[in-house]
Each structure stands twice: as structure tokens, then as C-alpha cells.
Nanobody
């Protein structure tokens, strides 16, 4: 199970940290993606973290404002969001992809929905102007 949490109402310019807690499997073996669906828009990819090689990627719209990270001891991934804008409003989702042991050194995650097969429920972030 994947559970995203940490959403809420924040003023523009503020910060939030979203969490993605995994249960029933070890997140360390999985790539993680964060996605957002704004009202009336399609879901968009924001960031991803490859499994063990530490490679991360960001969409241009959130680069230098959002940071993806993991705490393997807590089996949880995070999305630190700062300098939030009203256009960051939406439901935020985390998703995972199992990376085989043979690929974990070379695998590079993609910030694309079709990369991920297991999705958690979203958490709503509202940024007021």
C-alpha cells in the first residue's frame, strides 16, 4: 500500500512536505514518482527518484523549488515543496515501479505516468494567492 499525506492549505510563497509511506513492500527496491493533477487538467509528472543509484529528475515547472527524497528506515518518500504558487494547487500522488536488481545501478527513472504501475491515493494541496 502507498499512502500520500501532508497536503493542506498554504499561502503562496509557503512550503509543504508531502510524505509517501509504503507498507507491505520495501521502498528501497522501487523507483518513486510524484505527480499532480490540477483541477480540470490532466495529471502531470513532477519528480522521480531512481531506486538505489540516487538519480533524481524534476519537471521544469518545479525544478529548484521541489526536492524528492527517501528515508529507507521509515520506508517513506518525501516531496519537499517551497516557493509554492497558486498554480501548484492540485491533488498530489506518489507511485512506484519495481526495479530489478540487475538494473538498479543503471536504471534512470522517468517522470511519466506510464512508468509506474502502483499508485497511492492522492493528497490535496491548495495554494492561496
Amino acid at each position: 500500500q502507498l499512502q500520500a499525506s501532508g497536503g493542506g492549505l498554504v499561502q503562496a510563497g509557503g512550503s509543504l512536505r508531502l510524505s509517501c509511506a509504503a507498507s507491505g513492500f520495501t521502498l528501497d527496491y522501487y523507483a518513486i514518482g510524484w505527480f499532480r493533477q490540477a483541477p480540470g487538467k490532466e495529471r502531470e509528472g513532477l519528480s522521480c527518484s531512481s531506486s538505489k543509484n540516487g538519480v533524481t529528475k524534476y519537471a521544469y515547472s518545479v525544478k529548484d523549488r521541489f526536492t524528492i527524497s527517501r528515508d529507507n528506515g521509515k520506508n517513506t518518500a518525501y516531496l519537499e515543496m517551497s516557493s509554492l504558487k497558486p498554480e501548484d494547487t492540485g491533488v498530489y500522488y506518489c507511485a512506484t515501479k519495481l526495479v530489478s536488481p540487475w538494473d538498479e545501478g543503471s536504471y534512470v527513472c522517468r517522470v511519466s505516468e506510464d512508468e509506474y504501475g502502483f499508485w497511492g491515493q492522492g493528497t490535496l494541496v491548495t495554494v492561496s494567492s
